[in-house]
């Protein structure tokens, strides 16, 4: 079964953190490159963070290096997404996925608002 369940969004102020994660069936995760995108309101999905099947490489969009942390548990199917000193800009929908994405498949994503 083909799954994708992102959590950990919410409301924060400027300046604060928030985790994200993503437990994905075994077909999308194994031995894939995962990665996190957002989708902001009225703009395309842009990827936020990507990491190698084995967390050996990560690579992050220019908004992100310095403030977002991507890893990978894995034993459990899952991938977390570290955000802190989070901006108003950050807001949007978080998703995960593989990098590069291989299907039309994608979760319900995550809400992330950030209030200034």
């Known amino acids: 079964q083909v799954q994708l369940v992102e959590s950990g969004g919410g409301l924060v102020q400027a300046g604060g953190s928030l985790r994200l994660s993503c437990v994905a069936s075994?077909?999308?995760?194994?031995?894939?490159?995962m990665g996190w995108y957002r989708q902001a309101p009225g703009k395309q999905r842009e990827l936020v963070a990507s990491?190698?099947?084995?967390?050996?490489?990560?690579t992050y969009a220019d908004f992100g290096k310095g403030r977002f942390t991507i890893s990978r548990d894995n034993a459990k199917n899952t991938v977390t997404l570290l955000m802190n000193d989070l901006k108003p800009e950050d807001t949007g929908i978080y998703y995960c996925?593989?990098?590069?994405?291989?299907?039309?498949?994608w979760g319900q994503g995550t809400q992330v608002t950030v209030s200034s």
């Open positions: 990491i190698t099947s084995g967390a050996t490489s990560t």
């Open positions: 075994r077909s999308i995760f194994s031995f894939n490159t």
């Open positions: 996925n593989n990098f590069p994405v291989k299907s039309n498949y």
